[in-house]
């Protein structure tokens, strides 16, 4: 277990390493100026180039690298250009925001996606499967964004139950925060709950012709029973494997959502920083949302090992 551990740990620091090169080279090829930009189309000269002398634009390219990925690597992700507060800041800000809306949507998608199926394996080629699977593709098809609207307009503008959009905060309790990421969250889960339908009944049926299973009932197993204490267990590592990128979407994808419910999320925070052309709140954000993705794969490579004990052996 300690040496599965340790090439995980290893791979994970490595792509880190290779994410933070990649993400500081690309923003480098972008064209524009941050200090042009700040300052305007009729910046002079000197003015501008003092700007970048206090931004450290002038600096080599390998000392700029090094001197982000050791603020990186100690917590200091810089200062913002544009709103003058340190980036940490605005991602602590933003992160209690998106952060929530992210689990919350998983949590709605999981208890939606994986029963559904679950129950479609155990109808295979029944009516209830093939309803199911219709309405799993047609939650695929239809664009959050749009289903959001949808959703606006019946539980805000008509029914009144919730609010259309904005953030109420944490100060006054969880339940006035809950109720402005309600919508939101479920705008997001609808197509990940179809999906995880799809996968989970793959898996399970897979899992449902293997001879372990064909055993299991030969020796007078009820179907529900092999289903639930032998397919299911067994059909959950592809179904893991899916919970943690849709999770990593969630935190980082939810730009338009975010937009369509005027949410002060980390998605609506990369949006305006590359519409102001801030690099560092750019740099720092994307390096950080890496990150996130790379440690729940990691996480996600350690639910493998504990579903299935041969993973640590291999």
């Not at 390493?17 to 480098?28: H, K, N, P």
């Not at 695929?140 to 904005?166: C, T």
């Not at 479920?186 to 449902?208: D, G, N």
Request: charged fraction near 15%; proline fraction near 6%; charge should be positive.
């Amino acid at each position: 277990m300690s040496v599965f551990l340790a090439r995980r740990l290893l791979a994970l620091g490595l792509t880190l390493l290779a994410a933070s090169l990649i993400v500081f080279t690309v923003m480098e090829v972008l064209p524009g100026d941050p200090a042009a930009v700040m300052l305007g189309v009729g910046a002079q000269p000197d003015t501008l180039a003092a700007l970048r002398a206090e931004l450290g634009l002038d600096r080599p390219v390998v000392e700029r690298y090094l001197r982000w990925l050791g603020g990186l690597l100690t917590g200091d992700l810089g200062r913002s250009y544009t709103y003058g507060v340190p980036v940490a800041e605005l991602v602590a800000e933003r992160l209690v925001v998106s952060l929530p809306l992210a689990l919350l949507a998983l949590t709605l998608a999981a208890a939606l996606g994986i029963p559904t199926g679950v129950l479609a394996a155990a109808r295979r080629g029944r009516p209830a499967d093939t309803g199911l699977m219709a309405l799993s593709q047609l939650g695929v098809a239809i664009p959050n964004f749009w289903f959001a609207v949808l959703l606006i307009l019946l539980f805000a503008v008509q029914l009144r139950w919730l609010p259309a959009g904005g953030f109420a905060g944490w100060g006054q309790g969880p339940w006035p925060g809950l109720r402005s990421l309600l919508l939101p969250a479920v705008a997001l889960a609808l197509p990940q709950a179809a999906i995880l339908a799809r996968v989970t009944r793959s898996a399970v049926l897979e899992c449902l012709g293997e001879d372990y299973v064909r055993t299991a009932r030969a020796k007078g197993l009820p179907p529900d029973a092999a289903l639930w204490r032998h397919a299911v267990p067994n059909a959950l590592i592809p179904v893991v494997t899916i919970l943690g990128l849709q999770f990593s979407f969630l935190l980082a994808g939810t730009i338009i959502v975010e937009q369509v419910f005027y949410l002060p999320g980390i998605g609506r925070l990369i949006f305006q920083a590359i519409a102001q052309r801030d690099l560092i709140v750019v740099e720092s954000l994307v390096v950080l949302l890496a990150a996130a993705v790379v440690v729940v794969n990691f996480l996600v490579d350690l639910a493998y090992a504990w579903l299935d004990p041969r993973l640590r052996h291999g």
